[in-house]
């Protein structure tokens, strides 16, 4: 799992976003030469009093409702290829974050993340963000990525949208190699199976 470089600048959700939105139609193009993006984030805390949810929390099901929202618009199913629900984003990060390698301040970051935009979510429209219309919660991210924080939560939901995109289907994201298939990607072979995951190799 990548840990962030501090001495990366928090550009990616802007250049990335703004890349697809503009010009849809480079979207694939972005994509396959996007091998190093996201190869570093700065991950500073999110405002005072933002209790990170857990799996356990009673709270998930809203947070990772919220994380899926979030990850519709930013990679949405806008008909030049499979969206963030296609692509099994969500399930992917799940996934990813079960894993014990998973960076925990990452994990709280993102975690943390909901919360702040259903606080004003709610504050602006009177309802948790993933009950909004695409607009307002289109304008919410804008609002949110003109902090720092806030683009950097953004910008990291980004980089494991693209990681669900890539990966290999076993790890939970890609099923059936939908986004290789799009972007016309030859993964190589043999593919790892359940009985031989990065993970399970490295405790061999």
């Known amino acids: 799992m990548r840990k962030p470089r501090p001495d990366m600048p928090p550009a990616m959700f802007h250049h990335a976003h703004a890349a697809w939105q503009a010009h849809p139609v480079s979207r694939r193009r972005f ?14 805390w999110l405002p005072d009093g933002v209790q990170a949810a857990d799996d356990t929390d009673e709270a998930a099901e809203t947070v990772w ?11 949405p199913d806008d008909g030049n290829g499979p969206g963030a629900r296609a692509i099994r984003a969500s399930a992917y990060l799940q996934q990813a974050m079960r894993l014990p390698r998973f960076p925990k301040e ?10 702040w935009l259903n606080d004003l979510a709610r504050q602006a429209h009177d309802a948790d963000f993933p ?11 804008q609002r949110i990525a003109r902090s720092q924080a806030g683009e950097n939560w953004l910008s990291l939901l980004l980089l494991y949208i693209f990681e669900a995109l890539l990966t ?16 016309e990607h030859d993964p ?3 593919l790892p199976t359940a009985a031989n995951t990065y993970d399970r190799i490295l405790k061999k």
């Open 31 to 44: 994509l396959k030469g996007a091998g190093a993006l996201a190869s570093g984030l700065v991950l500073p």
């Open 188 to 190: 190589g072979f043999p």
């Open 65 to 75: 409702q919220t994380i899926a929202a979030v990850q519709e618009r930013l990679f």
């Open 131 to 141: 009950a909004l219309s695409a607009d307002r919660q289109e304008a919410l991210l």
């Open 106 to 115: 990452e994990k709280t970051f993102l975690l943390q993340g909901p919360a």
């Open 168 to 183: 290999a289907p076993v790890y939970g994201g890609n099923p059936d190699g939908i986004g290789w298939r799009w972007l």
